[in-house]
């Protein structure tokens, strides 16, 4: 079992920055890979940004590519999202998610998710 935990969530004016942060803890040793997801009212959950947990490898979503930056801290088996130059489009529920295999696309543990508010 791995357990995720977010945090860094809030309000935010357009323009301005957000550092959200996810916290893993359990068998830590089984995860390939962490993402975000973030999930707007009435609509579906997206993907946001991946990062493997060895190497480091990033892929984000076309709409956050050049504004958000994932990176992870393996000693402290911590996820961060850098959200810079937010829009209110950005307004969601962002959840972290943890991967285990990696010939598998399927997030095997999720967090409970952290509110992030961009106003206009």
């Known amino acids: 079992q791995v357990q995720l935990v977010e945090s860094g969530g809030g309000l935010v004016q357009a323009g301005g920055s957000l550092r959200l942060s996810c916290a893993a803890s359990?068998?830590?040793?089984?995860?390939?890979?962490m993402g975000w997801f973030r999930q707007a009212p009435g609509k579906e959950r997206e993907f946001v940004a991946a990062i493997t947990w060895s190497g480091g490898s990033t892929n984000y979503a076309d709409s956050v590519k050049g504004r958000f930056t994932i990176s992870r801290d393996n000693a402290k088996n911590t996820m961060y999202l850098q959200m810079n130059s937010l829009k209110p489009e950005d307004t969601a529920v962002y959840y972290c998610?943890?991967?285990?295999?990696?010939?598998?696309?399927?997030?095997?543990?999720w967090g409970q998710g952290t509110q992030v508010t961009v106003s206009s």
């Open positions: 359990g068998r830590t040793f089984s995860i390939y890979a």
């Open positions: 998610a943890a991967r285990l295999q990696r010939l598998v696309l399927r997030y095997d543990y």
